[in-house]
């Protein structure tokens, strides 16, 4: 499931991963910079079109998308629970209740200094971390959903493009700085950054076992 930007959600068939199936794709109204999928339903951030809630029960034909605007542009999105939490851009963060996918809810913001970006979210436990762009790395009190809490900020020498969260360590794509990691065991007192130079400008980041794989 790929964010396509102006093609809106491509959808692969990987089954055969060394001969992928050709693209099925549902346009949006916007421009599609994330997407996230839980279950039977695709939830793409389109950036001037806020977030868009695709059936794609059916992979080879995506059901027709239900749009919730937002006030910024939406550029990403992790959904936990009954929730859609979407880097916003410079509304920062956005909190939809999907629990109606046919109806969501009005988006709930917190903004923050910086600019919410496109690998910028990603939420464990009660807390939401974001990549704030020049701010750093956000993280934001979710308990609570309807109300989050009011930022508390860990800046970087960079520019935070993405975050990825493991055990007590988010990981931070930070642009020309490349990776830089954060302990972040007291969220509400996070870590001074560790980091670890690229040759390139760090874009997203994952972490799996022992390692980081870092789009550069």
């Known amino acids: 499931y790929l964010a396509d930007r102006g093609s809106g959600l491509a959808i692969i068939d990987v089954s055969n991963p060394a001969n992928p199936g050709a693209p099925v794709y549902k346009d949006t109204s916007g421009q599609a910079h994330g997407v996230t999928v839980v279950g039977n339903y695709a939830y793409v951030a389109d950036k001037t079109s806020g977030l868009a ?55 709930v913001y917190m903004d923050t200094s910086g600019s919410a970006q496109g690998q910028g979210v990603t939420v464990v436990g009660n807390y939401a971390y974001v990549a704030d762009a020049a701010s750093g790395l956000a993280i934001i009190d979710v308990s609570n959903p309807a109300s989050p809490g009011t930022p508390v900020y860990m800046n970087t020498s960079g520019y935070s493009r993405g975050v990825t969260v493991v055990g007590n360590y988010a990981y931070v794509a930070d642009n020309t700085s490349g990776l830089a990691i954060i302990d972040v065991s007291d969220p509400t007192n996070p870590g001074a950054p560790v980091y670890e130079n690229t040759t390139g400008p760090t874009q997203g980041v994952n972490v799996v076992g022992n390692y980081a794989y870092v789009a550069d």
């Not at 990403?76 to 410079?90: I, M």
Request: net charge negative; aromatic share 6%.
């Open 53 to 107: 809630i695709i059936d794609v029960s059916n992979p080879a034909s995506p059901g027709t998308p239900v749009y919730k605007d937002t006030s910024g542009g939406a550029e990403g999105v992790t959904v936990v629970g009954n929730y859609a939490y979407v880097a916003d851009g410079e509304s920062g963060l956005a909190i939809i209740d999907i629990s109606d996918k046919a109806n969501p809810g009005t988006p």
